[in-house]
Protein backbone atom coordinates (compact mmCIF):
# COMPACT_ATOMS: atom_id res chain seq x y z
CA UNK A 1 0.00 0.00 0.00
CA UNK A 2 2.68 2.34 0.64
CA UNK A 3 5.55 1.49 -1.70
CA UNK A 4 7.35 4.07 -2.82
CA UNK A 5 6.55 6.30 0.14
CA UNK A 6 8.69 7.64 2.85
CA UNK A 7 8.08 7.54 6.63
CA UNK A 8 10.06 9.30 9.19
CA UNK A 9 9.26 7.96 12.39
CA UNK A 10 10.95 9.59 15.59
CA UNK A 11 11.67 7.96 18.63
CA UNK A 12 12.04 4.73 16.56
CA UNK A 13 14.92 2.78 17.97
CA UNK A 14 12.39 0.72 20.44
CA UNK A 15 9.03 0.64 21.77
CA UNK A 16 6.18 2.50 20.15
CA UNK A 17 8.01 3.73 17.60
CA UNK A 18 9.52 0.75 16.60
CA UNK A 19 6.42 -0.81 15.95
CA UNK A 20 5.09 1.78 13.78
CA UNK A 21 8.09 1.31 12.00
CA UNK A 22 7.95 -1.81 11.41
CA UNK A 23 4.24 -1.98 10.38
CA UNK A 24 5.15 1.17 8.24
CA UNK A 25 8.06 -0.94 6.36
CA UNK A 26 6.21 -4.31 5.99
CA UNK A 27 3.34 -1.82 3.62
CA UNK A 28 6.18 -0.85 1.54
CA UNK A 29 7.65 2.38 2.78
CA UNK A 30 11.06 3.18 3.23
CA UNK A 31 12.25 4.48 6.71
CA UNK A 32 14.01 6.65 8.24
CA UNK A 33 14.59 6.19 12.15
CA UNK A 34 15.88 8.32 14.72
CA UNK A 35 16.64 7.57 18.23
CA UNK A 36 19.11 6.37 20.58
CA UNK A 37 20.13 3.01 21.97
CA UNK A 38 20.42 -0.01 19.57
CA UNK A 39 20.43 1.52 16.17
CA UNK A 40 21.48 -1.46 14.62
CA UNK A 41 19.08 -3.90 16.08
CA UNK A 42 16.30 -1.19 15.44
CA UNK A 43 17.29 -1.28 11.52
CA UNK A 44 17.46 -5.04 10.83
CA UNK A 45 13.92 -5.39 12.82
CA UNK A 46 12.30 -2.41 10.46
CA UNK A 47 14.51 -3.84 7.32
CA UNK A 48 13.36 -7.29 8.19
CA UNK A 49 9.64 -6.32 8.27
CA UNK A 50 9.81 -4.94 4.72
CA UNK A 51 11.98 -7.43 3.10
CA UNK A 52 9.77 -8.37 0.84
CA UNK A 53 9.47 -4.63 -0.45
CA UNK A 54 13.36 -4.15 -0.91
CA UNK A 55 12.56 -1.24 1.16
CA UNK A 56 15.67 1.00 2.28
CA UNK A 57 16.02 1.60 6.23
CA UNK A 58 17.86 4.86 7.01
CA UNK A 59 18.71 6.27 10.44
CA UNK A 60 19.32 10.14 11.72
CA UNK A 61 20.38 10.64 15.58
CA UNK A 62 19.12 14.61 15.57
CA UNK A 63 18.76 15.00 19.70
CA UNK A 64 14.96 15.95 19.25
CA UNK A 65 15.02 19.02 21.68
CA UNK A 66 17.41 21.07 19.17
CA UNK A 67 15.83 22.55 16.38
CA UNK A 68 19.10 22.66 14.43
CA UNK A 69 19.17 19.14 14.82
CA UNK A 70 16.11 18.34 13.76
CA UNK A 71 16.65 20.55 10.80
CA UNK A 72 19.81 18.24 9.82
CA UNK A 73 17.53 15.82 9.99
CA UNK A 74 14.66 16.31 7.63
CA UNK A 75 17.18 17.74 5.23
CA UNK A 76 19.15 14.36 5.44
CA UNK A 77 16.05 12.35 4.76
CA UNK A 78 14.51 15.15 1.74
CA UNK A 79 18.22 14.13 0.40
CA UNK A 80 18.17 10.52 0.54
CA UNK A 81 14.52 9.55 -0.67
CA UNK A 82 12.90 13.03 -2.00
CA UNK A 83 10.88 13.92 0.77
CA UNK A 84 9.00 12.73 3.94
CA UNK A 85 5.73 11.48 2.78
CA UNK A 86 4.39 9.83 5.97
CA UNK A 87 5.88 11.80 9.53
CA UNK A 88 5.22 10.34 12.89
CA UNK A 89 6.15 12.05 15.90
CA UNK A 90 6.81 9.83 18.61
CA UNK A 91 9.63 11.17 20.26
CA UNK A 92 8.84 11.25 24.25
CA UNK A 93 10.55 11.42 27.61
CA UNK A 94 8.69 11.53 31.31
CA UNK A 95 9.66 12.89 34.37
CA UNK A 96 7.50 11.90 37.86
CA UNK A 97 7.29 14.97 40.56
CA UNK A 98 4.33 17.20 41.79
CA UNK A 99 4.07 20.45 40.63
CA UNK A 100 6.54 22.02 43.29
CA UNK A 101 8.96 19.53 43.03
CA UNK A 102 9.30 19.13 39.33
CA UNK A 103 12.69 20.23 38.01
CA UNK A 104 12.82 23.40 35.55
CA UNK A 105 15.24 21.62 33.47
CA UNK A 106 13.14 18.38 33.30
CA UNK A 107 10.02 20.57 32.27
CA UNK A 108 11.86 22.18 29.69
CA UNK A 109 13.40 19.16 27.97
CA UNK A 110 10.09 17.47 28.52
CA UNK A 111 8.01 20.67 26.55
CA UNK A 112 10.86 20.60 24.15
CA UNK A 113 10.65 16.88 23.05
CA UNK A 114 7.24 15.46 23.51
CA UNK A 115 5.83 18.91 21.92
CA UNK A 116 8.23 21.75 20.10
CA UNK A 117 10.05 19.13 18.25
CA UNK A 118 6.82 17.70 16.65
CA UNK A 119 6.21 21.45 15.63
CA UNK A 120 9.94 21.72 14.00
CA UNK A 121 9.34 18.52 12.14
CA UNK A 122 6.02 19.24 11.29
CA UNK A 123 7.13 22.63 9.92
CA UNK A 124 9.85 21.36 7.77
CA UNK A 125 7.98 18.63 6.20
CA UNK A 126 4.51 20.19 4.95
CA UNK A 127 5.97 22.57 2.11
CA UNK A 128 6.28 19.09 0.13
CA UNK A 129 3.42 17.24 1.20
CA UNK A 130 1.08 20.39 0.21
CA UNK A 131 2.92 20.52 -3.09
CA UNK A 132 2.40 16.76 -3.74
CA UNK A 133 -1.06 17.06 -2.44
CA UNK A 134 -0.40 13.72 -0.21
CA UNK A 135 0.44 13.63 2.99
CA UNK A 136 0.10 12.03 6.28
CA UNK A 137 1.13 13.15 9.69
CA UNK A 138 0.60 11.53 12.94
CA UNK A 139 1.73 12.32 16.03
CA UNK A 140 1.96 9.44 19.21
CA UNK A 141 0.29 11.89 21.93
CA UNK A 142 -1.13 10.03 24.65
CA UNK A 143 -4.05 9.23 26.79
CA UNK A 144 -2.73 11.90 29.19
CA UNK A 145 -3.46 14.39 25.95
CA UNK A 146 -7.17 13.87 27.03
CA UNK A 147 -7.08 13.20 30.54
CA UNK A 148 -4.93 13.70 33.46
CA UNK A 149 -2.75 11.80 35.94
CA UNK A 150 -0.62 13.52 39.29
CA UNK A 151 2.86 14.13 39.03
CA UNK A 152 3.19 14.43 35.28
CA UNK A 153 2.34 17.65 34.51
CA UNK A 154 4.70 18.22 31.98
CA UNK A 155 4.14 15.44 30.19
CA UNK A 156 0.03 16.01 30.78
CA UNK A 157 0.82 19.31 29.49
CA UNK A 158 2.62 18.40 26.40
CA UNK A 159 0.52 15.49 25.53
CA UNK A 160 -2.80 18.23 25.74
CA UNK A 161 -0.58 20.36 23.38
CA UNK A 162 0.03 17.68 20.66
CA UNK A 163 -3.65 17.06 20.67
CA UNK A 164 -4.18 21.02 19.91
CA UNK A 165 -1.62 21.04 17.47
CA UNK A 166 -3.01 18.28 15.73
CA UNK A 167 -6.37 19.77 15.23
CA UNK A 168 -4.62 23.15 14.12
CA UNK A 169 -2.61 21.32 11.36
CA UNK A 170 -5.37 19.43 10.40
CA UNK A 171 -7.68 22.56 9.91
CA UNK A 172 -4.94 24.01 8.32
CA UNK A 173 -4.68 21.81 5.30
CA UNK A 174 -8.69 20.06 5.78
CA UNK A 175 -8.79 21.07 1.66
CA UNK A 176 -6.18 19.55 1.05
CA UNK A 177 -4.46 15.56 0.60
CA UNK A 178 -2.44 15.92 3.53
CA UNK A 179 -3.94 15.14 6.94
CA UNK A 180 -2.87 15.11 10.86
CA UNK A 181 -4.27 12.93 13.21
CA UNK A 182 -3.20 11.88 16.70
CA UNK A 183 -3.07 8.24 18.69
CA UNK A 184 -3.78 8.32 22.14
CA UNK A 185 -2.51 4.57 23.60
CA UNK A 186 -2.79 3.96 27.05
CA UNK A 187 -0.35 1.94 28.77
CA UNK A 188 2.09 0.29 26.73
CA UNK A 189 4.98 -1.63 27.85
CA UNK A 190 7.58 -0.11 26.75
CA UNK A 191 10.87 0.84 28.03
CA UNK A 192 9.55 4.21 29.21
CA UNK A 193 6.98 2.02 31.44
CA UNK A 194 8.84 -1.10 32.38
CA UNK A 195 10.75 1.84 34.15
CA UNK A 196 7.86 3.08 36.45
CA UNK A 197 6.38 -0.72 36.79
CA UNK A 198 9.84 -1.25 37.99
CA UNK A 199 10.05 1.65 40.43
CA UNK A 200 6.77 1.07 41.96
CA UNK A 201 7.88 -3.29 42.46
CA UNK A 202 10.81 -1.57 44.09
CA UNK A 203 9.06 0.74 46.54
CA UNK A 204 6.31 -1.56 47.86
CA UNK A 205 8.48 -4.23 47.97
CA UNK A 206 5.92 -6.21 45.63
CA UNK A 207 6.98 -8.68 42.61
CA UNK A 208 6.96 -6.97 39.47
CA UNK A 209 3.35 -9.34 38.45
CA UNK A 210 1.55 -7.27 41.09
CA UNK A 211 3.46 -4.05 40.45
CA UNK A 212 1.85 -4.57 36.44
CA UNK A 213 -1.31 -5.39 37.80
CA UNK A 214 -1.53 -2.68 40.36
CA UNK A 215 -0.33 0.02 37.45
CA UNK A 216 -3.12 -1.21 35.07
CA UNK A 217 -5.61 -1.86 37.90
CA UNK A 218 -5.21 2.14 38.59
CA UNK A 219 -6.01 2.98 34.90
CA UNK A 220 -7.07 0.79 32.33
CA UNK A 221 -10.39 -1.21 32.69
CA UNK A 222 -9.28 -3.77 29.81
CA UNK A 223 -6.55 -5.03 32.30
CA UNK A 224 -3.74 -5.02 29.46
CA UNK A 225 -0.85 -3.27 27.57
CA UNK A 226 -1.98 -2.00 24.17
CA UNK A 227 0.89 -3.08 22.00
CA UNK A 228 3.04 -1.52 19.47
CA UNK A 229 1.67 -3.70 16.59
CA UNK A 230 -1.76 -2.54 17.39
CA UNK A 231 -0.40 1.02 17.46
CA UNK A 232 1.35 0.08 14.24
CA UNK A 233 -1.82 -1.08 12.44
CA UNK A 234 -3.51 1.99 13.32
CA UNK A 235 -0.72 4.16 12.14
CA UNK A 236 -1.14 2.00 8.80
CA UNK A 237 -4.78 2.84 8.65
CA UNK A 238 -4.34 6.73 9.30
CA UNK A 239 -1.78 6.08 5.58
CA UNK A 240 -4.79 4.34 4.14
CA UNK A 241 -7.45 6.04 1.39
CA UNK A 242 -10.34 4.65 3.86
CA UNK A 243 -9.00 7.41 6.39
CA UNK A 244 -8.27 10.03 4.09
CA UNK A 245 -11.34 12.60 5.80
CA UNK A 246 -10.13 11.21 8.75
CA UNK A 247 -8.56 14.82 9.93
CA UNK A 248 -7.48 16.10 13.61
CA UNK A 249 -8.96 13.02 15.68
CA UNK A 250 -7.41 11.88 19.32
CA UNK A 251 -7.89 8.43 18.67
CA UNK A 252 -7.87 6.81 21.55
CA UNK A 253 -6.33 3.34 22.06
CA UNK A 254 -6.52 2.51 25.76
CA UNK A 255 -8.72 -0.37 27.04
CA UNK A 256 -11.15 2.13 28.29
CA UNK A 257 -9.19 4.59 30.00
CA UNK A 258 -10.78 7.39 28.87
CA UNK A 259 -13.67 6.45 29.13
CA UNK A 260 -14.28 5.64 32.94
Avoid at 63 to 69: L, N, R
Avoid at 130 to 140: D, L
Avoid at 153 to 158: C, D, G, M, T
Avoid at 231 to 254: I, P, T
Wanted: charged share 15%; with cysteine; glycine share 10%.
Amino acid sequence: MLKGKTALVTGSTSGIGLGIAQALAAQGANIVLNGFGDVDAAKAQVAAAGHAHGISVDYHGADMSKPAEIEAMMAFAAERLGRVDILVNNAGIQHVATVQEFPVEKWDAILAINLSSAFHTTRLALPSMQKANWGRIINVASVHGLVASAQKSAYVAAKHGIVGFTKATALENATTGVTCNAICPGWVLTPLVQKQVDAKAQAQGISTEDATKQLLGEKEPSMQFTTPEELGALAVFFCSDAASNVRGVAWNMDGGWAAQ
